[in-house]
């Protein structure tokens, strides 16, 4: 389904938009002003994978994910305690 971005800041408006597209098999979505479309823009591009050359040899995401988890416990583990270091006498 194509989508469509609306920016309008008056939403009564951008609902009879969204329900004519809808009526002619468009997906809709609403940005109140050009900042938010840009950045709802720049959002859809990075989820998708198109703001950076794919790399089919890239672990996957989720083998990434397991291995930062994995790290992160092994290091929670070899933590020292934290709080102030002793001060040094100055005399």
């Known amino acids: 389904m194509p989508a469509v971005l ?18 002619h098999g468009f997906q809709s979505t609403w940005a109140p002003d050009g900042a938010a479309a840009q950045r709802q823009n720049i959002l859809r591009a990075a989820f998708s994978g198109q703001l950076v050359p794919q790399d089919s040899g890239d672990e996957p995401a989720s083998a990434l994910l397991e291995r930062i988890r994995a790290e992160r416990a092994v290091r929670g583990a070899a933590k020292k305690p934290r709080g102030r270091k002793p001060k040094e006498n100055l005399q």
């Open 6 to 23: 609306i920016v309008e800041d008056e939403a009564p408006i951008v609902e009879l938009i969204a329900v004519n597209l809808r009526h």
